[in-house]
Structure formats: structure tokens, C-alpha cells
């Protein structure tokens, strides 16, 4: 059997001093394997952005463990954990992120500059996957002039041009409109599928349910559920 992309072990996660210390994440257990579409779901406040911000590498957890590609996120020192999440994650955002005085295919290309030596290729992979979604006749265009379903794409085509292993969506289809949030949705499963990327998105969407490999969902900073997603 091979080991899990992403472990959580009794992970939990506090924000202030004693006295004034909120926990926004408590005792949480669980892992994620190669090429699985996992949904964590959960209303506002619940505390999965904050989950999916330590499954990303962007926060340590105050107790617990994390393993990421077998590493521990926890202890491991911050040069090489930019560098691990650089190289293993692709990061798809509720607000897009883009730059906004560079245009699609530029955006696009600017992740390959976080890694330690930038792809030659960087250009015509980003141009391609740009086309490969449909973005073709949008590659010289500024966020400006982009609808919020194309935004969307060129971030997800962004979180991809580094061929990560784990891609992380935080709330990739609240802005968005039913057949853009479909067509998002679709271009996630395509990338489990095809590339066998493993994927976690953190959502209230019920919407997009039918996406998922798993469903699990956390209220109050607890895992409430955890199953396999039936249709």
C-alpha cells in the first residue's frame, strides 16, 4: 500500500495568548491519498481554512503532526518547507489572486518563478494548459477584462504549471456562477483523473458534491463525518 500524499494526526491549531486564546482547530485526524477528490466542507468559521492553511504549509500546527510527501510540516525548517511548498502544492483561491497589471498567461507563468530553477518551458506550458481549458483566445488579456469564471480558470491553471502533486482550493466556485462553478468543478476531477493529482477542497458548496471522492465535513474545528462520497 502506498503511503498517504497528506497525513493529519490529532492536529490542532490556536490563535493568541493564554487567556485570550482561540482554537480554531482541534484534534483533527485523517489522511489523503494519491489521486483522491476530497471535499471539506463546513459552514463559516468552522475552521477549515484554517485546516486547509496547515495542509498547505502555510501554517504549522500548534500540536499534532502533518506529513506532506512523508515531511513533517511541523518541524520542518522554513527554507525547506517554502521549498516543499513550492515544488508538491498548487493553490486555487476564493479571490483569484492575479496580479492584476499582468496578463493571463503571465500570471500563469509567475508560479514557476517560487520554484528554485524556473522551467525553461515555462512560457509555452503556461500558454498551453491556458488553451487546454479553453483560455486560448484570453491569454493576452488583463484580470480587468476576464470574467469571474475566467479568473478562475487561470488560477487553476496557475496552481497546475508547476505539476503539483496536491492541488488546495479554497472556495473555488462561491463567486461563481452555476455553469462556470460545473465547469471549475470538472477541470478539478479532470486533474485527479488524468494526472492523478490529489486534491482537498474546502467548501460549503453542496453544489459540487458529486465532485468528490470523499466527503469530510468539520464544525467548530471538529471532524463531524468522514465517508466516502455515494451519489
Not at 492523478?196 to 453544489?207: L, N, P, Y
Amino acid at each position: 500500500m502506498t503511503a498517504p500524499v497528506i497525513e493529519a494526526d490529532d492536529v490542532s491549531r490556536s490563535f493568541g495568548k493564554s487567556g485570550t486564546e482561540v482554537l480554531a482547530v482541534h484534534h483533527v485526524s485523517f489522511r489523503v491519498s494519491d489521486g483522491e477528490l476530497l471535499l471539506l466542507m463546513g459552514p463559516s468559521g468552522s475552521g477549515k481554512t484554517t485546516l486547509l492553511a496547515m495542509l498547505g504549509c502555510i501554517l504549522r500546527p500548534t500540536s499534532g503532526h502533518i506529513r506532506v510527501q512523508g515531511k513533517e510540516v511541523g518541524t520542518l525548517p522554513s527554507k525547506e518547507l517554502a521549498r516543499l511548498r513550492a515544488e508538491t502544492i498548487g493553490f486555487v483561491f476564493q479571490g483569484f489572486n492575479l496580479l492584476s497589471a499582468l496578463t493571463a498567461w503571465e500570471n500563469v507563468a509567475l508560479a514557476g518563478d517560487l520554484l528554485p530553477r524556473r522551467p525553461r518551458n515555462m512560457h509555452s506550458r503556461s500558454v498551453e494548459i491556458l488553451k487546454n481549458i479553453g483560455l486560448g483566445h484570453r491569454l493576452y488579456h488583463l484580470p480587468e477584462n476576464l470574467s469571474a469564471g475566467e479568473k478562475q480558470r487561470v488560477a487553476f491553471a496557475r496552481a497546475l504549471v508547476n505539476s503539483p502533486r496536491i492541488i488546495l482550493a479554497d472556495e473555488p466556485t462561491a463567486n461563481l456562477d452555476s455553469e462556470n462553478r460545473d465547469m471549475v468543478a470538472s477541470l478539478l476531477r479532470q486533474a485527479v483523473k488524468e494526472q492523478g493529482v490529489s486534491v482537498i477542497i474546502a467548501t460549503h458548496d453542496e453544489r459540487i458534491l458529486q465532485a468528490a471522492d470523499r466527503v469530510i465535513r468539520i464544525e467548530d474545528g471538529q471532524l463531524t463525518d468522514d465517508r466516502k462520497h455515494l451519489p
